[in-house]
């Protein structure tokens, strides 16, 4: 152990003072994000010097070790990034609007976003990749949108989103995790405000008849198999290695509307959910439905046989489960404690046998404001002190020890990290194959650590080797609002494409199109007019569009469609209708297709907006529009 940890040891009793003090003060650190010590900055100088001997270098051309997927907060978007380079490959809209890509304004994309691309922004929070049997299958990517209470899949192989369903009867979708075991069937999602039902206006002081859902989403299908009524609120969620429970913490079961509400109780819970009694009970028929909604509904309040509530001290935040299957973990937050709850004894628990607190074999002090746990598969969690500003590396077995009398030490290092960790993430720590390599660190504030650039700051991701017995940072990673989580994959987990299959369903809606008007998509340049719609299909190859000229009348609408018949690998083309607001990304082998008024006389010129050749700024053509 390092003098530094035995120092934090030491200090843990100073920092105990908190614990028991008002909540407010606890609160007030939390919004202070106070982090300086003089230990503190020594051992941050130290961190300093491990990732200027440059260890982990990957060397220009040579390829990462993992794919990384990082939510993109209230970016909306999802980011790929290698590590442990930290270099950030792409980005996939998402729930955003993408002036790249095209992203919320190409038909394809509007339909994938369907009603809700109405709306402009989104909030995304928890990425996770399917699994089979425990394991990435590097097939799909879910992740949530809090801010419209939507869930998203992204297609892998594409790596573009192909799927986005709204969750009814709900607000704001917040923790989202899949069943790991047999595979992913369903993705879990919290829906974390309880409102009033129907909320139509009425009833709206009535808190105590107000309340949330737990929510299953076809994976495949990605409708809404079935919700299930809570008590409290529902806030972040995790799946067992069994396929029977999931479990999810609630930080409001006070179903406060302040914040000193709903900071009232020591304890609030983590609910788990018994999916086979919950399948059953819909197979029996035994659910309601709310409102236009079809979706099952069956009620999974205290004294159901659905669920069971597990009282934890305080505010509880994140919930992992351990990679060896045993252990779900609830995250204090208020609490300086994590609490190990045994899905072992959770049979028993269900059946009435044994009481809810039973469950609870473990309850180790690690810190202040306790967010996350993650897995490097040798038996030690990493937990994120938000308030501390540290991740606190810890045994689980000798936690319960500890927890059970034995004088064991539980801890096993501290580390300064800069700083407020949110969300930390061991490599493929969610699945069977938690490999205890890397760890990313999440960090809401960059503070001092990059060249200032107004009063916005990055937040900054850290990279941390955990392979050794010590933890090392290693890397400093700045990155734009605000991401949340991410999840890495060994790069072999993941197999994208190289160029598009002319039959892909991501442009299916267009081809139908195009068959309906009798046009091959891959050979003709034609103008099609039905009525004051106009429909303009063009091919390009490097550097033209095969159609540099089409006419059409003020007021038209007119659809282009490009289809890109280049079979070079990274040859992408993009149009850009000038002064119309389009933009969009046509790769090799794709079509894609836009849609526009033309509403102003005149001539207009198209581009390439995609850099493709040397004669890539005369990739272009021009709109005639005759005066109405
Ligand atoms: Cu902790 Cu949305 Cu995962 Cu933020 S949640 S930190
Ligand atoms: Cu085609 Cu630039
Ligand atoms: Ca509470």
């Given at each position: 152990?390092?003098?530094?940890?035995?120092?934090?040891?030491?200090?843990?009793?100073?920092?105990?003072?908190?614990?028991?003090?008002?909540?407010?003060?606890?609160?007030?650190?939390?919004?202070?994000?106070?982090?300086?010590?003089?230990?503190?900055?020594?051992?941050?100088?130290?961190?300093?010097?491990?990732?200027?001997?440059?260890?982990v270098a990957i060397a220009p051309g040579e390829l990462d070790e993992y794919y990384g997927f990082w939510s993109g907060g209230?970016s909306g978007e999802v980011r790929i990034l290698g590590v442990p380079s930290m270099r950030e490959l792409m980005r996939i809209p998402v729930f955003n609007?993408d002036?790249a890509t095209?992203w919320?304004?190409?038909?394809?994309?509007?339909?994938?976003?369907?009603?809700?691309?109405?709306?402009?922004?989104?909030?995304a929070h928890h990425p996770h990749v399917s699994m089979t049997d425990g394991r990435y299958d590097g097939k799909y990517l879910f992740i949530n949108?809090?801010?419209?209470?939507?869930v998203a899949r992204i297609r892998l192989d594409i790596m573009k989103t192909d799927k986005?369903?709204?969750?009814?009867?709900?607000?704001?979708?917040?923790?989202l995790r899949l069943?790991k075991?047999?595979h992913t069937?369903?993705v879990?999602?919290?829906?974390?405000?309880?409102?009033?039902?129907?909320?139509?206006?009425?009833?709206?002081?009535?808190?105590?008849?107000?309340?949330?859902?737990?929510?299953?989403?076809?994976a495949?299908?990605?409708?809404?198999?079935?919700?299930?009524?809570?008590?409290?609120?529902?806030?972040?969620?995790d799946?067992?290695?069994?396929?029977?429970?999931?479990?999810?913490?609630?930080?409001?079961?006070?179903?406060?509307?302040?914040?000193?509400?709903?900071?009232?109780?020591?304890?609030?819970?983590?609910?788990?959910?018994?999916?086979?009694?919950?399948?059953?009970?819909?197979?029996?028929?035994?659910?309601?439905?709310?409102?236009?909604?079809?979706?099952?509904?069956?009620?999974?309040?205290?004294?159901?046989?659905?669920?069971?509530?597990?009282?934890?001290?305080?505010?509880?935040?994140?919930?992992n489960?351990?990679p060896?299957?045993?252990?779900?973990?609830?995250?204090?937050?208020?609490?300086?404690?994590?609490?190990?709850?045994?899905?072992?004894?959770?049979?028993?628990?269900?059946?009435?046998?044994?009481?809810?607190?039973?469950?609870?074999?473990?309850?180790?002090?690690?810190?202040?404001?306790?967010?996350h746990?993650t897995f490097d598969g040798?038996?030690?969690?990493y937990?994120?002190?938000?308030?501390?500003?540290?991740?606190?590396?810890?045994?689980?077995?000798?936690?319960?020890?500890?927890?059970?009398?034995?004088?064991?030490?539980?801890?096993?290092?501290?580390?300064?990290?800069?700083?407020?960790?949110g969300h930390n993430h061991a490599s493929l720590t969610e699945s069977r194959d938690a490999d205890g390599k890397w760890l990313v660190v999440l960090?809401?504030?960059?503070?001092?650590?990059?060249?200032?650039?107004?009063?916005?700051?990055?937040e900054n991701d850290q990279l941390i080797d955990i392979s050794?017995?010590?933890?090392?940072?290693v890397h400093d990673g700045p990155t734009y609002?605000e991401p949340h989580d991410c999840i890495l994959l060994r790069a072999d987990q993941v197999n994208p494409s190289k160029l598009w299959?002319?039959?892909d369903?991501f442009?299916?809606?267009?081809?139908?199109?195009?068959?309906?008007?009798?046009?091959?998509?891959?050979?003709?340049?034609?103008?099609?007019?039905?009525?004051?719609?106009?429909?303009?299909?063009?091919?390009?190859?490097?550097?033209?569009?095969?159609?540099?000229?089409?006419?059409?009348?003020?007021?038209?609408?007119?659809?282009?469609?490009?289809?890109?018949?280049?079979?070079?690998e990274d040859?992408t083309?993009?149009?850009?209708?000038?002064?119309?607001?389009?933009?969009?990304e046509?790769s090799?082998?794709?079509?894609?297709?836009?849609?526009?008024?033309?509403?102003?006389?005149?001539?207009?010129?198209?581009?390439?907006?995609?850099?493709?050749?040397?004669?890539?700024?005369?990739?272009?053509?021009?709109?005639?529009?005759?005066?109405?």
């Amino acid at each position: 152990m390092s003098d530094d940890t035995k120092n934090e040891l030491k200090n843990l009793s100073r920092r105990h003072f908190l614990r028991n003090t008002s909540v407010a003060g606890v609160a007030g650190a939390t919004l202070a994000g106070g982090f300086g010590s003089a230990a503190a900055l020594l051992q941050s100088q130290k961190a300093r010097a491990a990732s200027e001997s440059g260890e982990v270098a990957i060397a220009p051309g040579e390829l990462d070790e993992y794919y990384g997927f990082w939510s993109g907060g209230h970016s909306g978007e999802v980011r790929i990034l290698g590590v442990p380079s930290m270099r950030e490959l792409m980005r996939i809209p998402v729930f955003n609007v993408d002036s790249a890509t095209g992203w919320g304004i190409t038909n394809e994309s509007k339909h994938i976003l369907g009603d809700s691309a109405k709306f402009l922004n989104g909030d995304a929070h928890h990425p996770h990749v399917s699994m089979t049997d425990g394991r990435y299958d590097g097939k799909y990517l879910f992740i949530n949108d809090k801010a419209n209470t939507r869930v998203a899949r992204i297609r892998l192989d594409i790596m573009k989103t192909d799927k986005i369903t709204t969750i009814p009867n709900v607000q704001a979708i917040h923790g989202l995790r899949l069943q790991k075991v047999p595979h992913t069937k369903y993705v879990f999602a919290n829906a974390e405000y309880f409102i009033p039902h129907p909320n139509d206006g009425q009833n709206m002081a009535d808190l105590e008849n107000h309340y949330t859902m737990f929510n299953a989403i076809d994976a495949e299908s990605m409708d809404v198999a079935w919700q299930v009524i809570v008590d409290g609120n529902l806030d972040n969620t995790d799946a067992d290695y069994t396929g029977r429970f999931v479990a999810s913490t609630c930080y409001n079961s006070e179903k406060a509307a302040d914040l000193a509400g709903t900071m009232r109780e020591e304890r609030d819970w983590a609910v788990v959910f018994d999916v086979e009694a919950i399948e059953k009970a819909v197979e029996a028929g035994d659910y309601k439905t709310i409102g236009d909604s079809k979706v099952p509904v069956v009620d999974g309040r205290h004294g159901s046989k659905l669920t069971r509530y597990i009282p934890v001290p305080k505010n509880p935040h994140g919930l992992n489960t351990s990679p060896d299957g045993k252990y779900f973990i609830a995250n204090g937050k208020l609490s300086p404690t994590c609490s190990i709850i045994a899905i072992d004894k959770l049979p028993d628990l269900f059946a009435d046998k044994i009481e809810p607190r039973d469950t609870v074999v473990g309850e180790p002090e690690l810190g202040l404001g306790p967010l996350h746990t993650t897995f490097d598969g040798r038996g030690n969690a990493y937990t994120t002190l938000f308030i501390d500003s540290q991740v606190a590396k810890w045994n689980i077995e000798d936690a319960i020890k500890s927890y059970n009398g034995e004088d064991v030490n539980y801890l096993r290092q501290k580390i300064d990290v800069h700083y407020q960790p949110g969300h930390n993430h061991a490599s493929l720590t969610e699945s069977r194959d938690a490999d205890g390599k890397w760890l990313v660190v999440l960090s809401k504030f960059s503070k001092d650590r990059f060249l200032p650039v107004g009063p916005l700051r990055p937040e900054n991701d850290q990279l941390i080797d955990i392979s050794g017995e010590e933890m090392k940072l290693v890397h400093d990673g700045p990155t734009y609002a605000e991401p949340h989580d991410c999840i890495l994959l060994r790069a072999d987990q993941v197999n994208p494409s190289k160029l598009w299959d002319r039959n892909d369903p991501f442009f299916a809606v267009t081809r139908e199109r195009a068959e309906k008007d009798g046009i091959e998509l891959t050979a003709d340049n034609k103008v099609i007019r039905d009525g004051n719609k106009v429909r303009v299909y063009m091919t390009s190859v490097a550097p033209q569009f095969n159609l540099t000229e089409f006419k059409v009348k003020q007021g038209d609408e007119v659809t282009v469609t490009v289809t890109n018949l280049d079979q070079i690998e990274d040859l992408t083309h993009g149009f850009c209708m000038v002064n119309h607001g389009v933009s969009m990304e046509i790769s090799p082998q794709q079509t894609a297709s836009v849609t526009f008024t033309a509403d102003k006389p005149g001539v207009h010129w198209y581009y390439c907006n995609w850099f493709c050749h040397a004669m890539h700024m005369e990739m272009t053509g021009r709109m005639l529009v005759e005066p109405a």
